[in-house]
T-cell receptor
Framework: GDSVTQMEGPVTLSEEACLTI???????????LFWYVQYPGEGLQLLLK?????DKGSNKGFEATYRKETTSFHLEKGSVQVSDSAVYFC???????????????FGQGTILTVHP | GAGVSQTPSNKVTEKGKYVELRCDPI?????LYWYRQSLGQGPEFLIY????????DSGLPNDRFFAVRPEGSVSTLKIQRTERGDSAVYLC?????????????FGPGTRLTVT
């Protein structure tokens, strides 16, 4: 079945440091890939997505590129801010039984803490 | 506009009791999903509704869990004979269309604690 593996956290960085959170997946066919974020006290929200190979999703300075050859979707940001402190989830939406209806399979989440 | 809402936000119940968790999706969203998130884990799929029908309930852990969406809008997740292992945050999400590329909009969740 489908699965997503994220780098284990937590990750602690100083403000303006570079961030990479690794994500690899296993799925049949061509899934869509997502990064969701959960800020303290808030619900899950979409950060970015990519729906086909070599697509790059981007939002709020974050980027991730859909790499089918390495089955990866690593999240990157060149300069993190304190406000980026949150839990980040990599997820995929694949096909089940020949149909595709959006069911998400999540990684275990990575806690990011950014200090001033 | 209003987002996905879930009630109650917290529910504490005794082992063996019955509980109902409610989800109000975004108006007009036809697809509705329930997930369960245990501490330190990512959400896990439970059930998917397209309109009024449960199109995929393969994630429900056992027959103590049941969900309905009678009018194609509000959904209720029902858990019978609760067990301590059912303690988790139950998340509801909706989407304007079913499909693997569409964003799902999540509610704040219901934290269920079984004592």
């Amino acid at each position: 079945g489908d699965s997503v593996t994220q780098m284990e956290g937590p990750v602690t960085l100083s403000e303006e440091a570079c961030l990479t959170i690794n994500c690899t997946y296993t799925a049949t066919g061509y899934p869509s890939l997502f990064w969701y974020v959960q800020y303290p006290g808030e619900g899950l929200q979409l950060l970015l997505k990519a729906t086909k190979a070599d697509d790059k999703g981007s939002n709020k300075g974050f980027e991730a590129t859909y790499r089918k050859e390495t089955t990866s979707f690593h999240l990157e940001k060149g300069s993190v801010q304190v406000s980026d402190s949150a839990v980040y989830f990599c997820a995929l939406s694949g096909r089940a039984g020949g149909t595709s209806y959006g069911k998400l399979t999540f990684g275990q989440g990575t806690i990011l803490t950014v200090h001033p | 506009g209003a987002g996905v809402s879930q009630t109650p936000s917290n529910k504490v119940t005794e082992k063996g009791k019955y509980v109902e968790l409610r989800c109000d999706p975004i108006s007009g969203h036809t697809a509705l999903y329930w997930y369960r998130q245990s501490l330190g884990q990512g959400p896990e799929f439970l059930i998917y509704f397209q309109g009024t029908g449960a199109a995929d309930d393969s994630g429900l852990p056992n027959d103590r869990f049941f969900a309905v969406r009678p009018e194609g809008s509000v959904s209720t997740l029902k858990i019978q004979r609760t067990e301590r292992g059912d303690s988790a945050v139950y998340l509801c999400a909706s989407s304007p269309f079913p499909g693997q590329g569409y964003e799902q909009y999540f509610g704040p969740g219901t934290r269920l604690t079984v004592t």
